[in-house]
């Protein structure tokens, strides 16, 4: 009963930090990713005015560069104090500093909160790599299924992250420490014991250290999440949740290890890396290239695979020196150099003014994120490629068996608990309906405050029927993991509809108090960014169909290597396609039809002249001033962002400042008693 009670001690102790650490890194990439960007935007800035959410000073984003780098090093210290009996409580002790995040939000003194939390969790990785390695992966496994449940609580929201969570998370941080003291108590009467054996040296080696960036990078970007699965799978991520927790948590199941053990060893020694690579790589790229219940299926089973591949990161070592510190800071350096590639997946469009061959390179990285992924799983994969007369796993007590299949049953349970059905509130009025746009711009205001409790208040105030939204993101690591239509959809009680225009994780969603009968998403010829438009046909309160159209066409870069007219072609092909599908799904031309969304044009555009032609502008007729939906620095404003209408009648438009996104609101309330021109 001892040993029990000394193992739950340890896998307690060693789950809480990986909470910690999960957390602490998902808060500081995306926070310091916004720092940086409002710092270059304030240096742009002719006369900043102070006080602007966002807004922050050179210096500050100088010391918590300066901070995070020292914490990513703290693995180092693990030379020292992994000889020492108290190492692991000063390394607990650090990782409590997540308190401090919680404290003091996106401040200077919350960032630094956040990359202790972080420096001092992977100086306990490597303390504990060399001390009690098979505690190491449980580590992760508890961490990120921990941080799966409670972001399920939030929609998809980390709830911890908010000050009114203080007291909570200063009673988690306290019993940290007291856990950790027992620990080292339970580590002492072990040692005393006449019968004591000084555990096998073991540590992180330079190829173990290049599988946790790639593991560490499989876990925050791309299968760590329900809505991050989900949506490449085209599925509700309330139906991938408690199947994604239970396939992370399996391989806390020793029955489950011992079947992968017996599975890899059917294979002679050199081929069972081989066939790990194989089978996890095959499985992500069905679940990248297929969508519906297949794709997520082969992704879940790729978790289960991937969960896993972290007792691979530990390897028998003969030598008296240790490397396990400098793995893991090696690790984490891989890891953001992964995540760098994979932002530009996404963002290759905006690279501009790099020296050649840089720019060039950054851009070819569009539409690879599979590779970026398969890169990934090779480097998980070095280990057992390598080690290839080494079987990490083992089986353990029936009894253990049992109790880890009970964490996994109840953590399944809660998720389908926590994945509440969302509550679709109908319109209030029968004969109108309120419509709005809005460019999310990824949850970021212009000088990249992130703010998305306002962006819902807005929402909200507007009475707002359908919105058409751009720009979403689906749980990217620089806007904190989030599934920004989810979290809207749910705070706001309407029914989501999402459509992934780049990667999967970023693109267009419409949320609706109307029921839809029809749904389509079709990507559009793009030279520049990845656009597409979605479509839905919704069935009105007065019983009639209403076909709406969300769009964003391409951006006009004056700094791009095409000339704007090129640039201009680009969206007049876009919107030919455009037409094209609304001829295909309406050809007799009679039925009401909106189409909204970011076109990237201004009013005396051509492309504007040409919409003209065929569709009726309701904000025609407003002074430039009251209608502009887009803001920049240097008090540059325009209008981009229109709801065209064809047989619907306008009762009344209006454009909402959004201090939150760089796009302004425009909502329109539209008759359904009788149809306009």
């Known amino acids: 009963m001892t040993n029990y009670r000394r193992e739950l001690f340890r896998y307690l102790e060693a ?18 990713y916004a720092h940086l960007g409002s710092i270059d935007q304030l240096s742009k800035t002719a006369s900043p005015i102070s006080g602007t959410p966002g807004l922050i000073s050179r210096a ?42 919680t404290f003091s939000g996106h401040s200077l003194l919350g960032v630094s909160g956040a990359a202790i939390t972080v420096g001092g969790a992977a100086l306990y990785m490597a303390i504990i790599a ?41 009673v988690i941080s306290l019993a940290l420490f007291v856990i950790a003291v027992i620990n080292v108590l339970f580590d002492q009467a072990e040692a005393r014991q006449p019968d004591y054996q000084a555990p096998p040296r073991t540590g992180i080696s330079s190829w173990g250290a290049l599988a946790m960036g790639g593991l560490l990078y499989l876990e925050f970007a791309l299968l760590g999440l329900p809505n991050t699965v989900a949506r490449r799978a085209g599925l509700d991520p309330l139906l991938v949740a408690p199947w994604l927790i239970a396939a992370t948590l399996l391989p806390i199941i020793p029955g489950v290890r011992d079947l992968a053990r017996r599975f890899l060893g059917m294979f002679d020694g050199q081929w069972r890396g081989w066939v790990w690579f194989l089978l996890t790589g095959l499985l992500i790229v069905i679940g990248f290239r297929f969508s519906g219940p297949i794709s997520a299926f082969v992704l879940i089973a790729a978790q289960v695979l991937v969960g896993l591949s972290w007792w691979w990161i530990i390897q028998p070592t003969e030598t008296r020196g240790n490397f396990s510190g400098p793995g893991v800071a090696i690790g984490l350096a891989l890891f953001l150099a992964i995540t760098g590639a994979d932002y530009f997946t996404y963002d290759y469009a905006f690279v501009r003014g790099l020296q050649e061959p840089f720019g060039s390179a950054l851009r070819a990285l569009r539409g690879l994120g599979l590779a970026v992924a398969l890169i990934s799983v090779l480097l998980v994969n070095l280990p057992p490629i390598l080690a290839r007369k080494r079987l990490p796993w083992r089986g353990g007590r029936f009894i253990e068996s049992v109790m880890g299949l009970l964490v996994v049953v109840l953590a399944g349970v809660l998720a389908y608990t926590f994945a509440r059905p969302t509550i679709l509130i109908p319109p209030t009025n029968t004969d109108r309906l309120r419509i709005a746009t809005l460019n999310l711009h990824g949850g970021y205001s212009l000088y990249f405050n992130y703010d998305l409790i306002s962006i819902a208040n807005e929402i909200k105030k507007s009475g707002a029927d359908v919105i058409l939204l751009q720009e979403v993101e689906a749980g990217r690591l620089v806007s904190y993991g989030v599934d920004q239509a989810q979290w809207l959809g749910r705070v706001l009680d ?26 389509q998403g079709v990507l559009l010829t793009s030279l520049g960014k990845q ?9 009105a309160p007065d019983q009639a169909v209403l076909d709406v159209y969300n769009t964003q066409l391409g951006l006009l870069l004056k700094d791009s290597s ?12 876009q919107m030919n396609e455009i037409f094209g599908l609304i001829n295909q799904n309406d050809p007799t031309l009679t039925t009401r039809t909106l189409i909204g969304g970011t076109f990237n044009n201004v009013p005396t555009s051509d492309l504007y002249q040409r919409m003209a032609q065929y569709f009726s502008d309701p904000f025609a007729g407003f002074a430039a001033e009251k209608a502009i939906t887009w803001r920049l620095i240097n008090n540059v404003n325009s209008r981009v962002d229109y709801l065209w209408l064809r047989r619907i009648n306008s009762l009344q438009a209006g454009v909402v400042e959004m201090g939150a996104s760089t796009h302004n609101m425009a909502v329109l309330e539209i008759g359904l008693l009788s149809t306009g021109g």
Do not use: C, K
């Open 531 to 539: 656009t597409g438009v979605q479509y839905v046909r919704l069935r």
């Open 60 to 101: 500050d984003v100088q010391t918590e560069l300066l901070i995070t780098l020292v914490a990513l090093l703290l693995p180092l210290l693990a030379v020292l104090l992994g000889r020492w009996q108290f190492g692991t409580l000063v390394a607990a002790v650090v990782a409590a500093g997540r308190v401090y995040m």
């Open 494 to 519: 309407m029914q989501i509809e999402y459509f992934p225009t780049n990667e999967a994780l970023q693109g267009l969603a419409i949320l609706t108090r109307v029921s839809i009968e029809q749904r």
């Open 562 to 573: 095409r000339a704007p007219d090129q640039q201009e072609q680009d969206q007049i092909q």
């Open 130 to 170: 060399r001390r009690r390695p098979h505690t190491l992966p449980i580590l992760f496994i508890l961490g990120f299924a921990a941080d799966q449940l409670i972001r399920l609580y939030g929609f998809s929201a980390d709830l911890t992250w908010d000050g009114s969570f203080l007291p909570i998370q200063a």
């Open 15 to 32: 789950g809480i930090i990986g909470l910690f650490f999960v957390q602490g890194m998902r808060f500081l990439y995306g926070t310091l």
